[in-house]
RNA sequence: CGGGGCGUGGCGCAGCUCGGUAGCGCGCCUGCUUUGGGAGCAGGAGGUCCCCGGUUCGAAUCCGGGCGCCCCGACCA
């Protein structure tokens, strides 16, 4: 019986390893609608805690909550041209309720950038008014062909943050503000390093003048957009008659900005550090940071040692480590052990009548840190003691393991499509060249080597020397990233 | 949309070629023994075999049609 009850190895089948990890990680589960799924406790409670740290950071960027419906008249969405481009495939549209059928039909929202800036423009009159910083955590629904767990949901759990401005260049502060805000969070709280950058006209969300975008690398060296930052520029006030009076007296359209991450980051981190036992949560998103598993064999014993694990989780709750005692019956504690490293739980402490004797404790982390053995016998004090700087390590360790990964899975000064495709074809990952803006280019190699412009990088990421030579011939106008894409 | 796979107790599957009244593992329930890396034994519960139609004395099995889900390629957070 122990044959089946491993995950598939993330070397033989990546796909599959993924799929293994979230469903037996009890991340999620396949509902009965094609494409959709149900997010279960432990990976809902990853989400609340990435919703937690965002929403902070989103009130400390002086933003405030405001939820707007689900449904949305049909005829809002078709007012941006290359919006209504962009989404139109995939919607669900609403167009019999209430027994009969609707004058007009509703849109189940795909994002809410239409109804949004149409209220906008009801409560705003005067520069006085602007600007408007809001967000909200919502579902949406996208009716995709291809679909997988976390990654590509038909309906999905997303933040969408819409500002309105007086002035373009306030505007685009601000889309800049909020990838930085993004981008922080990735590394401060998932330790997935992403890339920043510009994307190119093909690329970008559909009604934007510019999108920026956070790419993360995940460990079969593909490309995630993990969060995007849209400069709208008057698209959609010029729509929906946003408009304002300046304090010189006219009147002008306001500036907009959209940005949004979704349960996709969850996704995220699975690729970025799950391996072949499971799940690998960072310790600052774990629900449980740290499960207490008392060992026993005769009654006396089980008492003395669930005793000892209860008031050693106290000492750790009152230190702010999230614990939990599984002091279940019917389970051996091999069994719990494999459990808690599937679902991920970051240190697993182990209390049995042999440490009671020695006063001391059994921490086994869920990874091999660096130069760390992972099963590490302690005083219980100390234990206690070092958790929280354990956690702090742990959580270190798995950004500095994934930027050293994403490092050495970038090509740099890459200089022909030829090259380009070997390493597509081969190990994958971000490749840097030159580009002349020809989008003819663009598109004839993600033709020939199913790569794709993930962004125009940030200048912190570009090449110290700066590519003379387009990847398609020619000169360089810029430097591009390149990587095959979820 | 194209290609592939699958649909049988809660889960994973066998049975289908060659029709004869449904089985295995895990899980679940009860009891006893267990518990430091996926416990053992004994007893037990649980199934419209995806749906509709056809062939047949008889269909999980053969034939026709339909539906659903998953995976792989073109579009997308």
Known sequence: MAEDKGITPQKQDFAAWYNEVVLRGELADYSPVRGSMVIRPWGYGIWENMQRALDARFKETGHENAYFPLLIPMSFIEKEKEHVEGFKPELAVVTHAGGKELEEPLVV???????????????????????????????????????????????????????????????????????????????????????????????????????????????????????TSHFLGQNFSRQFDLTFQTEGGEEDYAWNTSWGVSTRLVGGMVLTHGDDRGVVV??????????????????????????????????????????????????????????????????????GPKDLKKEQVVLVSRVELAGEKRKAFLPEGEAVESLPGRLDAFQTALLERAVARREENSYRGVESIGELAEIMEGPGGFVYTGWSGDPEVEERVKAETKATIRCIPDPEFRSKKAPTRCVGGGEAKMEVVWARAY
């Open 109 to 227: 929202r795909p994002t809410s950038e239409t109804i949004i800036y149409s209220m906008y423009a009801k409560w705003v009159q005067s520069y006085r008014d602007l600007p408007i910083l809001l967000n909200q955590w919502a579902n949406v629904m996208r009716w995709e062909l291809r679909t997988r767990l976390f990654l590509r949901t038909s309906e999905f759990l997303w933040q969408e943050g819409h500002t309105a401005h007086a002035t373009a260049e306030e505007a685009e502060e601000e889309t800049r503000r909020m990838l930085d805000v993004y981008r922080t969070f990735m590394e401060e709280w998932i330790a997935m390093p992403p890339l920043t950058g510009l994307k190119t006209e093909s690329e970008k969300f559909a009604g934007a003048v510019r999108s920026y975008a956070c790419e993360a690398l995940m460990q079969d060296n593909r490309a995630l957009q993990a969060g």
């Open 282 to 351: 960072p310790p600052k998103l774990a629900p449980t940071q740290v499960v207490v598993i008392p060992i026993w064999r005769t009654e006396e014993e089980g008492t003395a040692v669930r005793e000892k694990a209860e008031s050693l989780a106290l000492r750790l709750r009152e230190r702010g480590v999230r614990v939990r005692v599984d002091a279940r019956d019917q389970l051996t504690p091999g069994a719990k052990f494999y459990e808690w490293e599937r679902k991920g739980v970051p240190i697993r402490m182990e209390v």
